[in-house]
């Protein structure tokens, strides 16, 4: 037990300290391509994108069908869009791994509640 929560505190920390916070955004473009064998979903946001990793070119954010929350950030994301929420959250890693120009999504949130 002691060795999973070791492991546990270790993930959440090397998470935690990769992670960036886009907060009270806007979804203002979202799109799904394929490539080989994974569905992404890019994400476009409102607002200074002067925080974004070096390696996002395009300002935008992407995750790829490989994650197990795609399903849920695809849902989340396009409702966001087309309610034109403005309370939007990203959690985001501060890799270009999904897509190379593209800054890797963790997580969102909608509305107001803390992550």
Known sequence: MKKIALFLAIML???SASAQY??????????????GTNSILFVEIDGDKSAMTECATSKRFAIDS???????????????????????????DTKCTK?????????????????
Do not use: C, H
């Not at 795609?70 to 087309?82: C, G, L, Q, T, W």
């Open 99 to 115: 897509w190379g120009n593209a800054q890797d999504i963790l997580g969102i949130k909608v509305g107001n509640m803390a992550f």
């Open 13 to 15: 920390v090397s998470t």
């Open 66 to 92: 490989s994650m197990p929350n795609y399903k849920e950030i695809v849902s989340f994301v396009m409702a966001a869009y087309m309610k034109r929420e403005n309370k939007v959250e990203l959690l985001t």
């Open 22 to 35: 886009f907060r009270d955004r806007t979804i203002v473009g979202a799109g799904v391509f394929y490539k």
